[in-house]
């Protein structure tokens, strides 16, 4: 038999002082984004399973929880992803006519982990802006997600620029039947170069080298002439480049960089998508971009853009969080000692009682402070 404290294969706790850095963190970006202009929404964990996979986000069908709903007996998931969430309350909750920025910031559920070290619960703290489909709106996202790494101090952080609509278009001008370009999509995003070139072999020259170049089409902004240069001269494709041109040209700290292979992402997305990275990991720490028309199954299919990042990437980024230092007070009713601890505590400090027979645990309590009566009077002195 497991022993009662295991937890399933990729599915792990956050102990201390991480789990107070990780809610320490959350609460800045959330003060981030409303300084921005984003309103909070908090969506339930589960809901029925349709709305959660809405339109193309089918592909999140393979990670969510399913349960059967005793009261209504239609079957429910557990949110995979908070985006479909976020486009419901647009579409069918809010309901206003003008731009709406909202966000949210909670723990996800996946059937299986993105990757071998990633868990199975990410925790989302995200941005959606709904009601704009021009690159104002992909800019002021792009420009948030670079805020928001920066106060998580990934200064060193790099963005990866893609477009979805690149891809679409090429698939639209090859004439892929649905099947085939879900293949090669899965192909790029997974960077499967063999089954890149094994899938394109019977396509027509053009598109065979045109799909073949995007894995090679990565770098700086230089790549964007290299890409208008070797793609097929299509509508879609030259607005896309136009769109990756114009985020390229933002002004920032972090590195920016286009790689036209790069889909990463749910299969939602479907105009300039980012990815994160820090740290030399593979796995990105946040995640974002364009899927307009999400919301079309609640009756109003708006333009959308937005991105989430996942505190438990960020926290895998951290070498060490310090314990923060508290001050160990004596368990007593002394009315002096009580007022002086609660005077500490409002003025923020972490005062930590000290019961009977614990003083051979003290450096267990965290605390590098000690209140001891001196003189008349209790005072802080270094443990």
């Known amino acids: 038999m497991n022993p009662p404290w295991l937890l399933p294969e990729y599915v792990e706790d956050i102990l201390p002082p991480y789990a107070w850095h990780a809610e320490t963190l959350r609460r800045k970006l959330l003060d981030l984004y409303d300084s921005h202009g984003y309103d909070l929404v908090a969506p339930p964990m589960v809901e029925f399973l349709d709305s959660l996979l809405t339109g193309s986000a089918r592909d999140l069908d393979i990670r969510t929880f399913k349960v059967m709903d005793g009261l209504s007996g239609r079957q429910m998931g557990v949110r995979a992803d908070m985006t479909p969430q976020a486009a419901r309350i647009d579409a069918h909750l809010l309901n206003r006519q003008g731009i709406v920025r909202l966000c949210y910031a909670g723990p996800v559920l996946h059937t299986r982990p993105s990757g071998m070290t990633l868990s199975r619960e990410p925790i989302q703290v995200g941005a959606e802006l709904f009601g704009h489909g021009g690159i104002e709106a992909d800019i002021e996202i792009l420009q948030l997600l670079m805020a928001a790494l920066k106060l998580a101090g990934l ?79 299509l509508p879609g494709v030259s607005k896309a480049l136009d769109d990756l041109a114009g985020l390229m040209a933002v002004r920032h700290e972090i590195q920016l960089a286009v790689d036209l292979g790069d889909l990463r992402g749910y299969g939602y997305h479907n105009g300039a998508v980012f990815a994160a990275y820090t740290g030399g990991q593979a796995q990105a720490v946040a995640l974002g971009g364009r899927y307009d028309g999400a919301g079309a199954i609640f009756g109003r299919a708006r333009p959308a853009t937005g991105f989430s990042l996942d505190l438990r990437r960020i926290l895998d980024c951290v070498v060490e969080v310090p314990r923060r230092p508290g001050i160990l007070a004596p368990s007593s009713d002394d009315p002096v000692l009580r007022a002086r601890i609660a005077e500490l505590r409002e003025a923020g400090e972490r005062v930590v009682l000290e019961w009977p027979g614990q003083e051979a645990y003290r450096r267990e309590s965290g605390c590098n402070r000690i209140l001891i009566q001196a003189d008349g009077a209790w005072q802080i002195q270094s443990l």
């Open 155 to 233: 200064c060193n952080a790099r963005i990866s620029l893609g477009h979805v609509g690149l891809f679409r278009a090429l698939s639209g001008g090859a004439g892929l039947v649905p099947e085939q370009e879900r293949d090669l999509f899965t192909a790029l995003k997974t960077k499967d170069v063999p089954a890149l070139e094994q899938l394109t072999d019977a396509l027509e020259s053009t598109w065979k080298q045109a799909f073949r170049q995007l894995p090679n089409l990565y770098g700086g902004v230089e790549v964007l002439a290299d890409a208008r240069r070797v793609l097929p001269s």
